[in-house]
């Protein structure tokens, strides 16, 4: 198995509903792999802090769209100087389809990782009190988390499922050997 990272770029996918580990994942691989981190809230975030250019886009579908655009951007960029992307984000199939004929444009692979958790007890604790700090953005209360639950809508296969309710660790390492990080 070929190793991914600097010399093999490559898209990595992490999504599911806020407060699944999406985010602590997506940092730990982008550490070990050093490519770029695209998160959809940082992103977002300095566009809301031009209330002019926030307003202009009034609905969410919108505003998700400008974002995944944002990101398309930043990938296809990495891309061409040969360099990996790690998006994390509640990615919905119109991302991903442009963001794998961005990779498949650039002979790179994707890779799709989608977190959940079961326990909607379990998730409430994850969530509450939970301090992200991201500029201009606000912090997620259960109320938007819980309806996020139920509306989110799964990736297509290929993908890995992981189980929040695992350890951090364990999780870590299914999606290295995912990758194809580690033998």
Same mark, same amino acid.
């Given at each position: 198995?070929?190793?991914?990272g600097?010399?093999?770029p490559?898209?990595c996918?992490f999504?599911g509903?806020p407060? %699944? ?10 550490k &070990? %792999? ?7 809230d940082?992103i977002?975030?300095a566009? !809301?802090?031009f209330?002019?250019v926030w307003?202009a ?5 919108t505003?998700?769209d400008i ?7 930043m990938?296809?960029?990495?891309l061409r100087?040969?360099?990996s ?7 919905r ?7 794998s004929?961005?990779?498949?444009a ?5 890779? /799709?990782i989608?977190?959940?958790? &079961? ?6 604790t994850?969530? %509450?009190? !939970? ?11 259960w !109320?938007?988390?819980?309806?996020? !639950? ?13 189980d929040a309710?695992k350890?951090?660790?364990e999780?870590?390492?299914? /999606?290295?050997a995912?990758l194809?990080?580690?033998?």
């Open positions: 198995m070929a190793l991914h600097v010399n093999n490559f898209v996918v999504s509903v407060g %699944t580990g999406k985010s602590t994942l997506a940092e730990a691989i982008t &070990e %792999t050093n490519a770029a981190l695209l998160n959809w940082w977002m975030s566009l !809301r802090v209330p002019e307003a886009a009034p609905d969410v579908d505003r998700r974002g995944y655009e944002l990101m398309s951007r990938i296809e960029s990495r100087l040969g360099q992307s790690v998006t994390d984000c509640v990615a199939t119109r991302a991903l389809a442009q963001w004929d961005l990779a498949a650039h002979a790179a692979p994707v890779f /799709v989608e977190c959940f958790l &079961e326990d909607a007890a379990v998730h409430k994850r969530i %509450t009190g !939970r301090q992200r700090n991201i500029p201009g953005w606000d912090e997620l209360d !109320r938007f988390v819980a309806a996020s !639950r139920s509306a989110y809508e799964p990736l297509p296969e290929p993908k890995l499922l992981i309710a350890p951090i660790a999780n870590l390492e299914a /999606v290295r995912y194809g990080l580690i033998d």
